[in-house]
């Protein structure tokens, strides 16, 4: 799935999201509204992870939908 599709179902998608980062809350997840970038520094921020690994777990995320 690419992030056109990801950005344009985010609201079925948020409920994957909160499975993989169940530390982000509703509200951040609602903040990034699907939105790459957003999602990987949230990931970032809240699992205090360098910013490569935190794209590496995104992208292996959206591969995996």
Do not use: C, F, H
């Not at 951040?28 to 794209?55: F, N, P, S, T």
């Amino acid at each position: 799935m690419n992030w056109d599709q990801i950005e344009g179902k985010w609201k079925e998608m948020k409920g994957k999201a909160r499975s993989s980062w169940g530390d982000l809350t509703d509200d951040e997840l609602d903040q990034v509204g699907g939105k790459k970038d957003e999602l990987i520094g949230r990931v970032q921020k809240r699992y205090g992870l360098e910013r490569e690994e935190a794209e590496r777990q995104v992208d292996d995320w959206a591969k995996g939908l």
